[in-house]
């Protein structure tokens, strides 16, 4: 049986059209990565912003990542407003808690001097461990806030109520504006 000259130029069609459908997801893919790092070229902005006309520190380590999680897996579960938002606020009672079980809320902190306290140590060990299950329980897991929580224990951060106020501004504002960019990028989907 004789090919026709139709049929024998149908696999060039279907090559032709499966590299055009390869560039185009591959612009696709480097315009979702442009613009994914322009997001979190603002959302990061926002924050160091405020934190330089305030002088509150309103941009610290765990938002890092904590606008990562959003702005570049937001399909992830940790990305959600409820993970974010109850898991920090977790690991700050976890912390506080920790701290005041083991009478380290005045101790040095481990980040300024040569050598961690004892009860600074216990008190992370526990935090962290009151962490992990608080966010377990109230199915809101979200890594960086553990972050926050070694912040608050180890003594990177005061655990006064101005500051873990602070904290949480800093956490609603970055997952406000983290939140826009999600939406906006689901819209475009």
């Known amino acids: 049986m004789e090919e026709t000259a139709q049929e024998k130029n149908l696999p060039d069609c279907i090559t032709i059209l499966s590299i055009l459908r390869l560039k185009n997801l591959r612009a696709f893919m480097v315009l979702e990565i442009i613009f994914k790092t322009f997001a979190v070229l603002v959302s990061t902005g926002v924050m160091g912003a405020l934190a330089y006309f305030t002088h509150y520190p309103l941009l610290f380590p765990s938002l890092g990542p904590t606008i990562f999680i959003h702005i570049v897996t937001p399909q992830q579960d ?5 993970n974010t938002l109850a898991g920090h606020a977790i690991g700050i009672i976890a912390a506080v808690f920790s701290l005041w079980i083991f009478d380290a809320l005045a101790a040095p902190a481990a980040m300024s001097i040569d050598h961690i306290t004892w009860n600074r140590m216990a008190a992370s060990v526990l935090a962290i461990s009151l962490t992990v299950l608080g966010q377990g329980l109230c199915k809101a897991n979200h890594p960086p806030a553990a972050a926050t929580t070694l912040l608050l224990s180890l003594g990177g951060f005061h655990s006064d109520i101005k ?25 475009k989907k």
């Not at 904290?167 to 689901?186: D, L, N, P, R, W």
């Open 163 to 187: 500051t873990i106020s602070v904290i949480c501004i800093g956490v609603i504002i970055s997952t406000t504006v983290s939140e826009v960019f999600q939406k906006f990028m689901a819209y």
């Open 78 to 82: 940790a990305s959600r407003v409820w």
